[in-house]
């Protein structure tokens, strides 16, 4: 159960900012009380219209972390949900969640010097790929995320028809470099080692193997990345429909407040 304080503490607004010269929209949710508070840039999941947020979702999902005491900025994605461009699913697309960094420090009583990031299933992707292109983050989250897209491929026919779409028609080189591009597990070594790493994985989850996340944890182990990993037990993919949310929460709120606000 959310507490009140969710509805009464906190607003939730749909925003559009720029990213690469394109309008992209996405949502903005924020304590009403005076800060200065720490921000949290939110990567969502799926692509096109599937695994989008909506109004429902945001103060389900943002405004939850919002009445923690934070600035959370989510992006749509370019080529969704009223966004100009196209959504290009990895590659061009993770500088809409960096361009919310512009848009945060514009906002009143944020403070810049706590930032941290977070992402979900294919927000996960774009999360590694943000640690990927800056250090600047306190700490980050990833929920079920995607770490191989080659070894997706291969267990799930829907997601198969949709890379051949993508780049079908490039040749396999290329292709392969497409994928290696979108899989953590081939750059491990990027990720900045003064960022850790919360992982949160259902072990019932179906869309996104564990697997996923137990193949980047070994890397993760051997680098010495500092990381916690959590395995949510009969967890699936979708925290909200099957309750584990409830867990993942507490994990979550404890990692922010050990890294954002010291509590």
């Known amino acids: ?31 009403i009380a005076p800060g200065p508070w720490p921000v949290l840039i939110w990567n969502r999941g799926g692509y096109g219209e599937r695994g989008a947020l909506n109004d429902l979702t945001a103060f389900l999902i943002l405004a939850s972390t919002a009445a923690w005491g934070y600035v959370v900025l989510a992006t749509h ?30 906002l009143p009583s944020v403070d810049m010097d706590r930032i941290g990031i977070e992402g979900a299933s294919r927000g996960g992707m774009t999360t590694y790929r943000c640690l990927a ?12 995320g995607v770490t191989n897209v080659r070894a997706l491929r291969e267990m799930r026919s829907d997601l198969s028809a ?3 779409q993508r780049f079908g028609h490039l040749p396999n080189s290329h292709q392969d470099r497409e994928l290696s ?10 990720l900045p080692r003064s960022v850790p790493i ?6 019932a989850d179906r869309t ?37 949310y409830q867990e993942i929460d507490r994990h979550r709120r404890r990692w922010l407040a050990t890294y954002l606000t010291g509590a």
């Open 1 to 31: 159960m959310y507490s009140d304080a969710v509805m009464t503490d906190t607003s939730v607004e749909r925003i559009t900012y720029r990213s690469s010269g394109l309008a992209v929209t996405g949502y903005l949710a924020k304590p």
């Open 77 to 106: 994605y370019r080529g969704n949900l009223g966004s100009e461009g196209s959504e290009d699913w990895g590659k061009n697309d993770i500088d809409d969640a960096l361009n919310l960094l512009p848009v945060a420090a514009e």
């Open 133 to 144: 292109a800056t250090d600047r983050w306190r700490c980050a989250i990833i929920h079920a």
């Open 162 to 164: 949709f890379l051949r």
């Open 181 to 190: 591009l979108r899989s953590v597990v081939d750059w491990t070594d990027l």
């Open 198 to 203: 919360l992982l949160l994985h259902g072990t």
């Open 208 to 244: 996104v193997p564990i697997d996923q996340s137990r193949e980047l944890v070994a890397k993760l182990v051997v680098a010495g990345h500092p990381h916690t990993f959590v395995e949510i037990e009969g967890g699936g993919h979708i925290a909200l429909r099957d309750g584990s």
